[in-house]
C-alpha cells in the first residue's frame, strides 16, 4: 500500500519538502483525516474543512513559526494543528488532558495567539507587527485569516482603522463563505456579495478606503493559484488585505449543503456524511429551546416583547421567533457591545428587549453592561445562556464569571433556575417590564423535566425557597440547576441535611438567610460559577456583617481557568458534581 504523504509530515518543514505538484493530494489526504476523526470524537467539523488548501498554502509558503499565523475564531484551526506537530494528539481534541480545540499559545510554538472569541486576530497581528518594527525585524510576516462574519466586529474594524494608518507589514486574509456559525449579516456581507472570484466592486469598498492595499477575490480551493498569490504579496509593504472565496463544508457534501449544523455536527458516518441517528427516545428539552419556545409564546402575547441575539440565533434558539417574527428578532452579527446597547435604546421607547446571548461573550459588551443598561436602570432582559461550566469547548467558552461580574453592578437583578419551569416563570416574570434591569442564567445542555409547558407564574424577586428542611447542623445553600448536583448527593445520603435553593442572587433573601443562619451551624454554599466574587462570597459577606459565628464552606469553581472536558468531568474536578458534594459532607460530619 502506498505510503500516504501525510504521514511523512509532522511539522511545516516537511510539509516544504514536498512538490507543488504534491500539495492537492496532500489537501484530499488531510480532509479525509480530519473528517475521520471528527466522525467519531465529534468537534467544529465545517470550518475545518473550508481552509485546508489556505492552511497548506500558508504553511508552505510562509517561514512560521517564525513567521507569525493568527487564526480568527479558531473553529478553522484543525488542519493548522494537525501540520504542526500534533497529528498524533489529534484524537484527543476538546478531550479531558487532550489538546484544544482552538490555538493555544501553552500548546504549541505555531499557536502564535489564543483565540476562542472572534474579531481578535486583525489587533493582535498589528501588535505583532509593530514588535517586530520595533525590534528591528523587518523581514518577518504577520499574517492573520478572519472569516466574514468575524470581520464584520467592532473590534475587526478598530484594528483595520489603526492598521491603515501604519506601515506595518502585515496580511489580513479574508476568509468569505458567508457564514460564521448562523449566515452572516449586515451591510458588510451585502457588499461581500457582490464580490466573486475575479471580480470586486468598482465602488464602496471599504477595505480600500481604510489604506490597506485589496487583492482578490480569488479562488481559496484552488491551491496553486494561492501559492502564487500569497508567494507574491510576501513582497509587498504595509497593510494587505486579500479576500478568498471558499465554501464551508468544502469535501463533505452534507456539510456544505448544511452548513449550520455541520458547523458542529456530533458524530457522524465519515463514508457516507449522514449524522448518526439519536436514539427514538423522549427527552427533557434543552434550556436553549426552553427560552426559544417560551419568549415566542410571550410575545405573541406581548407586542412590546423584543428580540436580539449577537450571531447565535441557532445556538440560542431565538430563530423560533425570527422564523415567526422577523420584525421583531433581530440578529446584529458578531457584535456583543451593539446588541446591548440596541437593547438599552429600545428600552427607553417601551419595548422590552430580551438580549440572549452566551455568559462568555457578554463579557464583551461588560462596559455596555453598566454604562448604558444599570447606570439607566433601564429594563432589558439579559438571558444567559451557556452559564457554567460547559464542555469541550473549554477555557474560552466556559460560562463562569457572570455572577461575579454582574452582582456588584447596582440595579441589576441575578436570578438563575433550578430547572425548566423556573425558567419560564422568570422569563414571564420579566416580561411583566421590571423596574430594573434582570440577568437570567442558565446552562448548556438539557434540563430534567419532560412536562415542563406549565401555566406560567409570576415569581416574587429576591425570594429563595427550602427544598428540603431538616433537624440538622448542616445546610446547603445553591443557586440554579446546579442544586439538582446537590438534591443527588442528598438522595444518597441517610444523614438529615436542609437544601435551600435560591433562584435570585441579587437581591438575596436576606429573611431566609437569616433563618438559615439561626436554625444550622454549618453552611456549605453551592454555585457553578466562580467562588471568588460569588454566591458563595455574597452569603460570607452577609454572615460577617451581622456577626454571625457560623461555619460556611463555600463550593465552586476555583481561581484558576479550566480547561476542557465533558461538564461532568469538570464538575468533578471543580468539586460540585453530586460525588464530590458527598465527599465534602461526610468530612464535615
Known amino acids: 500500500m502506498k505510503e500516504k504523504l501525510l504521514s511523512r509530515i509532522k511539522y511545516p518543514q516537511d510539509l516544504r519538502k514536498l512538490s507543488i505538484d504534491q500539495l492537492p493530494v496532500l489537501a484530499k489526504e488531510l480532509r479525509d483525516f480530519v473528517i475521520n476523526i471528527v466522525a467519531t470524537k465529534e468537534g467544529h467539523l465545517g470550518a475545518s474543512l473550508g481552509v485546508i488548501e489556505l492552511t497548506i498554502a500558508l504553511h508552505y509558503i510562509f517561514d512560521t513559526p517564525n513567521d507569525l499565523l493568527v487564526w480568527d475564531v479558531g473553529h478553522q484551526a484543525y488542519p493548522h494543528k494537525i501540520l504542526t506537530g500534533r497529528k498524533d494528539l489529534f484524537h484527543t481534541n476538546r478531550q479531558l488532558h487532550g489538546i484544544s480545540g482552538f490555538p493555544k499559545r501553552s500548546e504549541s510554538d505555531y499557536d502564535t495567539f489564543g483565540v476562542g472569541h472572534s474579531s481578535t486576530s486583525i489587533s493582535a497581528v498589528l501588535g505583532m507587527a509593530i514588535a517586530s518594527k520595533l525590534q528591528g525585524n523587518i523581514s518577518k510576516q504577520h499574517i492573520a485569516v478572519i472569516g466574514d462574519a468575524s470581520i464584520a466586529s467592532g473590534m475587526a474594524f478598530e484594528g483595520l482603522n489603526h492598521a491603515g494608518v501604519t506601515d506595518a507589514n502585515m496580511l489580513v486574509i479574508l476568509n468569505d463563505n458567508s457564514i460564521g456559525i448562523d449566515p452572516s449579516v449586515g451591510a458588510l456581507k451585502e457588499y461581500l456579495t457582490k464580490a466573486k472570484v475575479g471580480y470586486k466592486p468598482k465602488t464602496d469598498n471599504i477595505i480600500e478606503a481604510l489604506n490597506f492595499s485589496y487583492f482578490g477575490p480569488v479562488d481559496g480551493h484552488d491551491l496553486p493559484g494561492l501559492l502564487k498569490t500569497l508567494e507574491n504579496l510576501k513582497n509587498k509593504k504595509g497593510p494587505k488585505l486579500l479576500h478568498i472565496i471558499t465554501t464551508k463544508g468544502k469535501g463533505l457534501k452534507q456539510a456544505e449543503e448544511n452548513q449550520v449544523k455541520y458547523h458542529a455536527p456530533g458524530k457522524f458516518d465519515a463514508a457516507t456524511g449522514e449524522l448518526v441517528p439519536k436514539k427514538d427516545i423522549q427527552e427533557p428539552p434543552k434550556f436553549q429551546d426552553v427560552f426559544g419556545h417560551t419568549i415566542l409564546e410571550l410575545a405573541r402575547k406581548n407586542k412590546d416583547i423584543i428580540g436580539i441575539t449577537p450571531a447565535m440565533p441557532t445556538g440560542s434558539s431565538l430563530k423560533y421567533m425570527m422564523e415567526e417574527m422577523p420584525d421583531r428578532a433581530f440578529d446584529v452579527g458578531i457584535a456583543e457591545q451593539h446588541a446591548v446597547t440596541l437593547a438599552a435604546g429600545m428600552a427607553t421607547q417601551g419595548l422590552i428587549p430580551f438580549c440572549t446571548i452566551y455568559s462568555t461573550f457578554l463579557q464583551r459588551a461588560y462596559d455596555q453592561l453598566i454604562h448604558d443598561v444599570a447606570l439607566q436602570n433601564l429594563s432589558v432582559v439579559f438571558c444567559i445562556d451557556r452559564a457554567g461550566l460547559v464542555g469541550a ?61 406549565k401555566d406560567m407564574t409570576e415569581l416574587p424577586i429576591g425570594k429563595g425557597k427550602c427544598l428540603l428542611e431538616m433537624d440538622s447542623d448542616i445546610a446547603i445553600l445553591s443557586t440554579g440547576t446546579i442544586g439538582n448536583n446537590v438534591s443527588d448527593a442528598l438522595d444518597t445520603l441517610s444523614i438529615k441535611i436542609s437544601h435551600y435553593h435560591f433562584c435570585f442572587i441579587k437581591p438575596l433573601d436576606i429573611k431566609l438567610i437569616k433563618e438559615i443562619l439561626q436554625k444550622h451551624k454549618i453552611l456549605v454554599t453551592v454555585e457553578d460559577g466562580v467562588i471568588q466574587g460569588g454566591f458563595g462570597n455574597s452569603i460570607i459577606s452577609f454572615a460577617n456583617q451581622h456577626k454571625s459565628s457560623n461555619k460556611i464552606h463555600t463550593l465552586g469553581i476555583p481561581d484558576n481557568f479550566i480547561d476542557h472536558g465533558t461538564t461532568e468531568e469538570l464538575q468533578n474536578i471543580c468539586g460540585i458534581s453530586a460525588e464530590k458534594i458527598k465527599e465534602t459532607i461526610l468530612n464535615l460530619l
Open 393 to 453: 469547548d473549554g477555557a474560552t467558552h466556559h460560562g463562569i464569571f457572570d455572577i461575579a461580574y454582574i452582582s456588584c453592578i447596582p440595579n441589576m437583578i441575578v436570578a438563575a433556575p433550578l430547572n425548566e419551569i423556573e425558567l419560564r416563570n422568570l422569563l414571564y416574570t420579566a416580561s411583566l417590564r421590571l423596574d430594573n434591569p434582570i440577568a437570567i442564567r442558565y446552562p448548556r445542555g438539557r434540563g430534567r423535566i419532560l412536562d415542563w409547558k
